[in-house]
């Protein structure tokens, strides 16, 4: 690969993660609402994020993981060592049994094993982006429009869970801003490991579904079981559906 091809893949690449990156900002838009009506949409979008992390795996995540393996077996595999691991992270994290309320000073478990997760998503957007442009500067560009639309309703989402679980929206800002910057990580690691990286890729895409699965279905399902109104569990569901949905359309667009 000659230096001008190899430098142009390369500002293709940061400039692209740098963008994809800015999308944890997303959340910015929650600074606006008070904390009552923070509260009071929170377990709606806490649904929406349900959907959407059950989307991301089963949807995403793991067809591309089936469609690239060699051995199906292993993507199974893979995906359980990715429940097991964050099952073993919440019980690490759970220093104090979360019978105590959930404040800044006493977060709920969620919220590292979410910070956890989406980090390794990230990378792996990362790994991608990098990937594609390798291979053609158009592809890298499609790749990169598919991750930006892709992140949008689920930073939001990430978002939403960080302040459900304990931290405060600022707090919840940074950190989920640091998260998305592991997509230039992972970004660099890619490049520099070129044609390496397929077997790392294989094992962290349904490792990272595993654990999606895990945080919405242990942790979050849960969470929205509290509220038993009627009216209001029709909406959980119906924001439940609309993170699923969400995601379908980004699989048959992209």
Known sequence: MGTEKHMSILSYTILSVLLVSLV???????????????????????????GSLFGGALIHLLPEAYATAENPLYVSLWTIGGLATFFVMEKFFRWRHCHHPTTEDHIHPVVPMNIFGDAMHNFIDGVLIAISYAASIPLGVATTTAVLFHEIPQEISDYSILINGGLSVKKALIVNFFSASLALVGALFALQMGKNISGFTEALVPLTAGGFLYIAGSDLIPELHHNTDVKKSIIQLLMLISGVAVMTVLAIKF
Do not use: E
């Open 24 to 50: 944890s900002l997303a959340g910015v838009i929650t600074l606006s609402l008070s904390g009552k009506k923070l509260d009071r949409i929170m377990t709606y979008l806490v649904s929406f994020a349900t």
